[in-house]
């Protein structure tokens, strides 16, 4: 899949911090992501469950919820916690930077930023999956100018403020991802590395943009501009099972996060929106993917 063409910040949790030492922020809202960097000075990201990561300027954190964390001068502080967040609604409640936001205006040397993400659904629970508790990715690298960006923004108040400052929390979290996943030794998701690949990748971005196409390996093949035979040997080498297996998975998630949605659609609706003719066909596949049927998917996601 890619990995963030269906995630997008709206109405995100900012916030900055001018801080002397000893400091503990203990951010209790748990959001599904929260990056934290710093612009001077530094710090210790202190998860719930995890190892403590150092945090010198420029250096972005990201951790994953819904544990909380603490944002501390060193491990062991003296300072006692003080919560942020539970003054402010939760990120995916909407809302502008005067509800949400928070900017303290002092004059210590460890300046932090923080940004909660919402990330809801299905397609956003794979790149949670493949996320450890905690991740660093050290300043130098190609998210240093969307923090000069980042920081402006969050110091004033602006018309179109909370779009300029999610569209920069979609900048920093791909950039930051990016590199995390594409670090020295590192072990990136299946799905990640076959969209490195110039024909599996371009063959992920077809059946993502258009899932209900009637698609065939025959088809895809001459979209991709390659043999049956070869797009169906990388794309097992790469992404681990078939096309047409890996396309229908991919058409039932994205079903059951349109049955969960808030404005859910027919199951009809649904069944012709990733590529079923009719809702029993539908209703079938899926639940021999998923094993529930639509309608029980879209009761749970009502209560």
């Known amino acids: 899949m890619d990995a963030f063409g269906d995630l997008r910040a709206h109405g995100s949790l900012f916030g900055s911090s001018a801080l002397s030492p000893p400091w503990a ?25 995890g190892t403590p990561e150092p945090l ?28 942020c967040g539970e003054f402010c609604a939760a990120p995916d409640q909407g809302g502008t930077r005067h509800r949400l936001g928070w900017h303290d205006s002092g004059d210590g040397p460890t300046t932090l930023i923080t940004g909660a993400y919402p990330v809801r659904g299905e397609i956003g629970r794979r790149l949670l999956d493949a996320l450890p508790v905690v991740l660093r990715v050290a300043g130098g690298g190609t998210g240093d100018a969307v923090l000069d960006h980042l920081a402006a923004e969050v110091a004033v108040d602006a018309p179109g403020q909370q779009v300029v400052l999610d569209r920069l929390l979609d900048w920093m979290l791909v950039c930051t991802l990016r590199e995390w996943f594409d670090r020295p030794g590192g072990t990136p998701p299946a799905w990640w590395t076959a969209q490195r690949d110039p024909v599996i990748g ?24 390659v043999s049956r035979s070869t797009l169906a040997k990388r794309f097992g080498e ?21 049955l969960a949605g808030r404005d859910a659609a027919t199951v009809a609706e649904v069944a012709r929106a990733v590529g079923y003719a009719d809702a029993f066909s539908f209703s079938a596949a899926f639940k021999r993917v998923r094993g529930a049927n639509p309608s029980e998917v879209r009761r749970a996601a009502s209560r």
């Open 238 to 258: 790469l992404v681990g099972e078939p096309p047409l297996t890996y396309l229908t998975r991919h058409r039932m998630t994205l079903a059951a996060d349109l």
């Open 25 to 49: 922020l203990h951010f209790v809202d748990g959001a599904p992501l929260t990056l934290c960097t710093v612009l001077t000075g530094g710090g210790w990201i202190v998860p719930d469950h």
């Open 202 to 225: 371009h063959a992920l971005r077809l059946l993502h943009a258009e899932p209900a196409e009637p698609w065939t390996v025959g088809t895809l093949a001459d979209r991709v501009g």
């Open 56 to 83: 010198d300027a420029y250096d972005t954190v990201v951790v994953r919820g819904p544990g909380t964390f603490t944002f501390v001068d060193e491990p062991g502080t003296i300072a006692e916690p003080v919560a």
